[in-house]
């Protein structure tokens, strides 16, 4: 019984992806962003990496370049929501640590409160239902993980006051590699919508991936550390000196730890233990979500080229934005 299920899976596999293939052919993605933004000559080898299909959702006429699952009709439910005084969300951009900064979160949260549940650490909250999540009872508190900008974020319901945010920091060259790497895993979907890791970098920098453009997406959100309701932690503390951040996470949650909870938890984060998690829980993605859990991947993935239009682009972009957080000098 078990064969003739394995084999109508992959036969409908293969269906679903040339599927996608045929229709992206009608549906490619159009620059909107005048290349020379990145200082480049503009020609035709460009321009075959710029006209790349893209399965995409525009939101708001293409102000917002999403996946396919947070298309307009749901950012229009959340926009018509309202967040609760005890709702925490953990934002990153993608790749930046979402799982692992959201684990800390949820060990924490889940000895001390009802919290809700998801196979993936925490509920993502521009993928699950609107319906769902306000049938959450009072006494169950809603933490969740999104990557999406903070102008998309509702307010409180009780405008006098302010849920926590945390949001997660991570090299956005390192970030940008290991996006590719997912995207390389997400194929059984799209099919393999860029030809090159040089395309993927040059497209990344346009913000003509989900979720858009790094600056766009992380400096909002870095004009609002001066609030009491946000906090900011990095990928490489994460991994550098967990016990600090774990007691910083805790703090800013109202929470008291010791030394055995601190300790439980550094073990529970530790990449081969959270990888093994996500494994069973996952389905199976858990080796696509979790990839080596290491910093500095690109100093051997790029290029000089590409270290060269990064470094460029990033100090353009992080002028007097007192940004102290990496820098590429």
């Known amino acids: 019984m078990l064969y003739p299920l394995l084999l109508l899976k992959q036969l409908f596999t293969g269906w679903l992806q040339r599927l996608f293939k045929y229709l992206l052919r009608y549906d490619t993605f159009r620059i909107k962003v005048v290349y020379p933004k990145l200082g480049i000559q503009y020609d035709s080898s460009i321009k075959r990496t710029l006209d790349r299909p893209i399965l995409h959702a525009e939101v708001d006429g293409g102000k917002y370049n999403l996946p396919v699952f947070a298309n307009q ?97 991570r090299d956005p060259k390192d970030a940008c590699v290991s996006y590719y790497k997912f995207t390389l895993g997400l194929e059984v979907l799209t099919g393999p919508v860029y030809e090159s890791f040089d395309d993927w970098v040059e497209l990344w920098l346009l913000g003509c991936v989900d979720y858009g453009d790094w600056f766009d997406f992380v400096l909002p959100y870095w004009g609002q550390k001066h609030r009491d309701n946000f906090l900011f932690v990095t990928y490489e503390d994460i991994l550098k000196d967990p016990e600090t951040v774990i007691v910083k996470i805790a703090k800013f949650m109202g929470y008291t730890t010791n030394r055995k909870e601190v300790e439980d938890i550094k073990e529970k984060i530790e990449f081969s233990n959270m990888k093994r998690m996500l494994e069973k829980n996952a389905k199976g993605q858990g080796s696509n979500l979790m990839r080596e859990g290491k910093t500095g991947s690109s100093k051997k993935a790029f290029n000089e080229r590409q270290h060269f239009l990064f470094n460029r682009m990033f100090k353009e972009r992080m002028a007097g934005k007192e940004f102290n957080v990496y820098n590429y000098d």
Request: with cysteine; proline share 7%; aromatic share 6%.
């Open 73 to 169: 009709t749901r950012i229009d439910d959340l926009r018509r929501s309202r967040l609760r005084e005890d709702d925490v969300l953990v934002v990153t951009y993608p790749k930046s640590g979402t799982h692992l900064c959201g684990y800390i979160v949820k060990l924490l949260a889940e000895k001390r409160n009802k919290i809700m549940q998801d196979p993936m650490v925490l509920p993502f909250y521009e993928l699950i239902k609107q319906s769902e999540l306000d049938s959450v009872p009072a006494t169950t508190q809603r933490i969740l993980k999104s990557h999406l900008p903070l102008s998309l974020i509702p307010p409180c319901a009780d405008s006098s006051v302010q849920n926590k945010i945390i949001f997660c920091l």
